[in-house]
């Protein structure tokens, strides 16, 4: 089991930035695929940024250039640095874990999430 705690949301102006954390506890050397996810008011959640213990990056188009995920394995930690920061970016963010390959965008490949965070940007 893998228990994630987000947190680093709140209330923000268009144009600022942010930087969420998710900190992971338990059986967390098995974890391969970190990522973090946004679902919106009546929208489907999807996909923000995913970073396997080796390999590149991935961000959704929306975010490139703007937002940053990185992890810190020694603090067991991943981030989602997040600029320019636009209204259309409100959302409740999750953070994922997954055991395995992360094939898609599909949120079932990640078995481990968090709680949630409130990010809101007014404009």
Same mark, same amino acid.
């Given at each position: 089991? +893998?228990?994630? *705690? ?5 209330? *923000? ?5 942010? &930087? ?15 990522? =973090?996810y946004r ?5 489907? &959640?999807?996909? +923000? ?13 929306? +975010? ?6 990185? &992890? ?5 930690? +991943? ?8 209204p259309e ?12 390959? *992360? ?5 079932? =490949?990640?078995?481990?999430w968090g ?9």
């Amino acid at each position: 089991q +893998v228990h994630l *705690v987000e947190s680093g949301g709140g209330l *923000v102006q268009a144009g600022g930035s942010l &930087r969420l954390s998710c900190a992971a506890s338990g059986i967390i050397f098995s974890i391969n695929v970190m990522g =973090w996810y946004r679902q919106a008011p009546g929208k489907q &959640r999807e996909l +923000v940024a995913t970073i396997p213990s080796g390999g590149s990056t991935n961000y959704a188009d929306s +975010v490139k250039g703007r937002f940053t995920i990185s &992890r810190d394995n020694a603090k067991n930690t +991943v981030y989602l640095r997040m600029n320019s920061l636009k209204p259309e970016d409100t959302a409740v963010y999750y953070c994922a874990g997954s055991f395995g390959q *992360v094939l898609t965008s599909d949120p079932l =490949w990640f078995s481990s999430w968090g709680q949630g965070t409130q990010v809101t940007v007014s404009s």
